[in-house]
């Protein structure tokens, strides 16, 4: 079963909206995206839609592989990008990076 909806926190929509950020790391319980599929995304706080995104690619990384180059496609540097999956995520070291453009709002 693929999925068709995403949530995201509210701060990060704006990043989302500009095009500064492309992908969204993930747990396994959010790796069942289908490439070229559109998915719709809404705020997680109040369930908000705010635009459809079109997945371009899944694919899984190991926490310690996260580097400067993910950091720089969630519009983060590679501290801040692993705070929040620590505190998103807490020991969680099997994810997965999810590739996306943005198609509207
Ligand atoms: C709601 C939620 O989990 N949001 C996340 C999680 C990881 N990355 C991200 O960009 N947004």
């Known amino acids: 079963m693929y999925l068709a909806d995403i949530l995201f ?3 990060f929509e704006v990043d989302i909206l500009s095009g500064a950020k ?3 790391i993930r747990d396994k319980t959010e790796k069942n995206f289908l490439p070229n599929t559109i998915v719709q995304v809404s705020t997680y706080e109040t369930r908000r839609w705010f635009c459809q995104i079109l997945i371009k690619d899944v694919q ?9 180059f ?15 999956i620590d505190e998103i995520y807490p ?6 990076v999810i590739t ?4 509207g709002s």
């Open 70 to 84: 993910h950091a720089n496609q969630e519009n983060m540097s590679l501290e801040e990008l692993k705070a929040v």
């Open 60 to 68: 899984p990384i190991r926490y310690d592989e996260l580097s400067e």
């Open 9 to 11: 926190f509210e701060r």
């Open 22 to 24: 492309t992908i969204t």
């Open 100 to 103: 996306y453009v943005l198609l």
């Open 91 to 96: 020991n969680v070291r099997d994810l997965y």
